[in-house]
């Protein structure tokens, strides 16, 4: 069966730094991912989306950048993070772009 | 793009009632129509789904209808149970678009 995971669970970081949130999914090849950016007892924010190795789709434009360096990995990354970077952060896949997208259980980022 | 409403955005009701939450969407070439439930600090999850070329679905207390004419869809919880209380998201999927948008959410509060 298919997993989804993310790293770190919880991570605490001062305005400025950067940031580096992974997400791997295991069982499956070729899975569509999706990172997903969730504020305080708000709605789902799609950030960026992958249908590939490589292959990167901003939905919003920020100071976030993602990368899918291997075919089961995704990353989210940040060169200076801002306050406003803080929530939940989870990470999905799916077998395609019109099929079930099934959840990581997430990343609580708290920038300071 | 596609624009999906949810209503309402807070939902009370008594131990043993009922609750309906609906959704509207914008996109009628959209085809598919997740709901998720998202505990606290959770990630969201799966909880039923329907495809277009179905009206009604049920697994054990829970039900989502569609009605593609009017564009909107609804799931619907009987027999709530205080286990039920989390935040529900209704999602569509867009084989135009070819990418899934979610509603704002739902928070459901069942008191015992």
């Known amino acids: 069966s298919q997993t989804i995971h993310q790293w770190p669970a919880t991570l605490v970081q001062p305005v400025g730094s950067p940031l580096s949130l992974e997400c791997t999914v295991e069982g499956t090849s070729n899975p569509n991912l999706y990172w997903y950016r969730q504020a305080a007892g708000r709605g789902l924010q799609l950030l960026f989306y992958s249908v590939g190795i490589g292959q990167i789709s901003s939905e919003v434009p920020q100071n976030l950048s993602a990368s899918r360096p291997q075919d089961r990995q995704f990353i989210l990354s940040s060169k200076k993070l801002l306050l406003s970077d803080s929530g939940f952060y989870l990470c999905?896949?799916?077998?395609?772009?019109?099929?079930?997208?099934?959840f990581g259980p997430g990343t609580r980022l708290l920038v300071l | 793009g596609e624009n999906v409403e949810q209503h309402p955005s807070t939902l009370s009701v008594q131990e043993g009632d009922s609750a309906v939450i609906k959704c509207t969407y914008s996109?009628?070439?959209?085809?598919?129509f997740p709901w998720y439930k998202q505990e606290l600090g959770k990630r969201p999850q799966l909880i039923i789904d329907?495809?277009?070329?179905?009206g009604e679905k049920k697994d054990q207390r829970i039900a989502v209808t569609l009605n593609k004419t009017a564009k909107h869809f609804s799931l619907h919880i009987t027999e709530t149970q205080p286990e039920d209380s989390a935040v529900y998201f209704c999602?569509?999927?867009?084989?135009?678009?070819?990418?899934?948008?979610f509603g704002t959410g739902t928070k459901l509060q069942v008191i015992p």
């Open positions: 996109d009628s070439a959209s085809n598919y």
């Open positions: 329907i495809r277009s070329n179905v």
């Open positions: 999905a896949w799916s077998v395609s772009v019109i099929e079930t997208q099934y």
């Open positions: 999602a569509t999927l867009s084989g135009g678009y070819q990418k899934v948008t």
